[in-house]
């Protein structure tokens, strides 16, 4: 039942931070931003989807009896840095990237320690999700691909925000 609860919390989760992107994206637009990185994007949201359809069918497969708590709090502990993240962005925060011209990097907050803290979390959370409930084949296939659209995408993202 705890496996239930968590999947569709996780779901219900990342449905809430395509919301948020989605109304960032209008306002990023409204106010003359540019979109780079098109070409990657469709591969990062068919990752991240395929993700949660593994989680699932690993669990059914296993017939999934372990539960981590250590790591279920872990992960809600990530999800507490992530809205901080968020909300040092406000409107700048998006899954895609966007650059409004003129403008320059966010140096505050936790920006002003660490340079792509959200990646921190999403490469802990690539691990940890499927680690919490024993699906060790999902770890590790998905930090692989994960640290393979992450070395794309940061880079992208470190050419346009140095523009």
């Not at 497969?61 to 990530?78: A, H, M, N």
């Not at 490469?123 to 070395?151: K, Q, R, S």
Request: charged content about 15%; overall charge positive.
């Amino acid at each position: 039942m705890i496996f239930i609860i968590f999947i569709l919390f996780l779901i219900f989760q990342r449905l809430a931070e395509l919301y948020v992107s989605s109304k960032n994206e209008k306002w990023l637009l409204r106010n003359g931003a540019v979109e780079y990185g098109k070409e990657h994007y469709p591969y990062m949201v068919a990752m991240h989807t395929l993700f949660i359809i593994s989680i699932i069918a690993e669990y059914i497969w296993r017939d999934g009896t372990v539960v981590s708590y250590p790591l279920i709090v872990f992960f809600f502990i990530l999800i507490v840095i992530k809205v901080i993240v968020i909300s040092t962005l406000g409107h700048y925060w998006n899954t895609k990237i966007y650059k409004v011209p003129g403008t320059r990097p966010v140096a505050t907050g936790i920006y002003k320690y660490i340079k792509h803290p959200n990646y921190i979390i999403v490469v802990c959370e690539i691990a940890i999700i499927p680690l919490a409930f024993g699906l060790y084949y999902t770890a590790i296939v998905f930090t692989i691909l994960n640290a393979l659209m992450l070395t794309v995408r940061i880079k992208k993202e470190n050419e346009v925000l140095a523009m």
